[in-house]
C-alpha cells in the first residue's frame, strides 16, 4: 500500500477525493486528512508519506508555502487545484502532477498510474525549479524549468532555450552556446509548459524563442533565421500570426 496524505481546507473536496481513491485506486491508503498546511507540516514531520494530494490555494499558508517550509521533501506531490493558469504553469516548469478540480476519476487514475510505472523522482530538483519560478515569475531571465531525461530532472534557465525540435515521443531542446537536451516529452507538453511570449509554435515541428530570430525569409511559409545561424521553416497557417508578432 501506498501511504498518502491529503491536504486542503475544503473538507467536501477532502470527502470526494478520499471516495474517488477508495473506489478507483484502492493501493493508495489514506494516513491523514488535514485542513491547514500547518497541520501538513506536523503531520509529514511525524509520519513521512509517499505521496501527498495538495491543495495550492488555502488561508495562512499555500500548498507552495508549506512545500517551501519544509526543510525536505522525500515524498511524491500531486496538486490539486481549481484552473489557474499562474499555478498550473508554475506545477508544469517544476515537473509536478495535477488535477484540476473538480478531480475527475480517469485523470487522478492516471495520475496514481504514474507514480506507480515511473523511477524515483528527484524530488530536490523538481521543487527547486518549482519554487524558483514562484519566487522570480516577473523575471524571465532567471526562471528555470525542469525537464525529464534519460539522466534525471536538469534544470534550466528559460531564458538559455533557442528552439525546441519536436520528434515523435521526444524533443531535442536547443540551447545557447551549441548545447542540446533530449527531454522525454512531446512537442505538445513542451509548448504547455513554456506557453507565451517569447515563445512561439512556427511550426509542428518547432517551437522558438523569439528573441532569438535575427531575420525572416520570404516564402510559401518562409524560413527564420537565429543567431545561431540555424534556419527554421514556417508553416503557412503561422506566417501571418509569426510577422505580426515580428512586426510588433
Not at 524530488?123 to 515569475?137: E, F, V
Request: glycine residues 4%; hydrophobic residues 40%; charged residues 25%.
Amino acid at each position: 500500500m501506498i501511504k498518502a496524505i491529503i491536504v486542503d481546507d475544503e473538507q467536501h473536496c477532502c470527502d470526494s477525493l478520499s471516495w474517488l481513491l477508495a473506489t478507483y485506486c484502492p493501493e493508495i491508503s489514506i494516513q491523514a486528512i488535514c485542513n491547514s498546511s500547518e497541520s501538513a507540516i506536523r503531520t509529514i514531520r511525524r509520519n513521512p508519506p509517499q505521496m501527498v494530494f495538495l491543495d495550492v490555494e488555502m488561508p495562512g499558508m499555500t500548498g507552495f508555502q508549506m512545500l517551501e517550509t519544509l526543510s525536505g521533501v522525500e515524498f511524491d506531490i500531486i496538486f490539486t487545484t481549481a484552473f489557474d493558469r499562474y499555478a498550473i504553469h508554475a506545477i508544469r516548469c517544476g515537473a509536478m502532477d495535477y488535477l484540476l478540480k473538480p478531480v475527475d476519476k480517469d485523470e487522478l487514475r492516471n495520475a496514481v498510474d504514474n507514480f506507480l510505472h515511473r523511477t524515483r523522482r528527484d524530488h530536490t530538483k523538481q521543487l527547486s525549479a518549482l519554487l524558483t519560478h514562484l519566487r522570480q515569475s516577473n523575471d524571465l531571465n532567471w526562471q528555470k524549468a525542469a525537464f525529464p531525461t534519460q539522466n534525471g530532472l536538469e534544470l534550466v534557465l528559460i531564458k538559455d532555450i533557442m528552439v525546441c525540435e519536436g520528434s515523435s515521443n521526444y524533443t531535442n531542446i536547443h540551447l545557447r552556446e551549441g548545447k542540446h537536451l533530449l527531454v522525454s516529452k512531446t512537442l505538445k507538453e513542451i509548448a504547455e509548459i513554456l506557453e507565451g511570449p517569447p515563445f512561439f509554435r512556427i511550426h509542428h515541428s518547432f517551437l522558438v524563442n523569439m528573441q532569438y530570430i535575427i531575420r525572416y525569409i520570404k516564402g510559401e511559409g518562409g524560413f527564420v533565421v537565429l543567431t545561431n545561424e540555424m534556419t527554421l521553416p514556417v508553416s503557412r497557417s503561422k506566417k501571418e500570426e509569426l510577422l505580426k508578432m515580428i512586426n510588433g
